[in-house]
């Protein structure tokens, strides 16, 4: 089993539907959860970050974190053409470690 | 505004060559990070680096190496390209010590390895 598993899509949504993105884990020491951005031909940019349990908001940007399930979403309300992009889950420990990556989604919002 | 520089966008090599990858951040970071990225496997860790001079083997450190003299340049080496090793190449660095410690990334290296 992998660490961190993420549904690879592709999503194709229409413009303004709610989208959810989720990953999975199984790594019990996981502390800081992340999801990165990535459009085509650059690098992934961090979009939010979230510490143990709880939710996160930033604009259209919701981040779930449920540490008893080892499940963490992302939910982007009102989505735009612009946000069609691969989106990437991200985990680590307390320490400083390396990040551990889900595969990515890669979602499309249809304008 | 952060920056982390990779050398080049786009490079075409031949079987059995050497190749240097150089990334290159304004951070003062201590965490450097080398990935590649391909289809259906997502970003794989290479080699990482948590101060200057010292290097950890990632996930995938078969057949490359890296080197960092300088805390800002973090290089990746291919000693013997191979075709198998044709993908995008990502460097990143990161700070330690404090919350959120952002991870930032290069704009990545398309390599071709013919």
């Known amino acids: 089993q992998k660490e961190v598993e993420q549904d690879p899509g592709p999503l194709s949504v229409p413009e303004g539907a709610i989208v959810s993105l989720n990953c999975t884990y199984s790594?019990?020491?996981?502390?800081?959860f992340m999801w990165y951005r990535q459009y085509s031909r650059k690098g992934p940019e961090l979009l939010m970050y979230t510490y143990s349990s709880g939710n996160k908001e930033d604009g259209r940007f919701t981040a779930q974190v449920d540490k008893s399930s080892k499940y963490i979403s992302l939910f982007i309300r009102d989505s735009q053409p612009s946000d069609s992009a691969t989106y990437l889950c991200a985990m680590r420990d307390t320490g400083n470690t390396p990040l551990v990556f889900g595969k990515g989604t890669r979602l499309s919002v249809i304008a | 505004d952060v920056k982390v520089t990779q050398s080049s966008r786009y490079l075409v090599k031949r079987t059995g060559e050497k190749v240097f990858l150089e990334c290159v951040q304004d951070?003062?970071?201590?965490?450097m990070f080398w990935y590649r990225q391909d289809p259906g496997l997502g970003l794989r860790l290479i080699y990482f680096s948590y101060d200057v001079k010292m290097k950890e083997k990632g996930d995938i450190p078969e057949g490359y190496s890296v080197s960092r003299e300088k805390k800002e340049r973090f290089s990746l080496i291919l000693e013997s390209a191979s075709t198998n090793q044709t993908s995008m190449y990502l460097c990143?660095?990161?700070?330690?010590?404090?919350?959120?410690?952002?991870?930032?990334f290069g704009p990545g290296t398309r390599l071709t390895v013919l």
């Open positions: 790594n019990s020491a996981f502390q800081y």
């Open positions: 951070m003062d970071h201590e965490n």
């Open positions: 990143a660095s990161r700070t330690s010590g404090s919350i959120p410690d952002t991870q930032y």
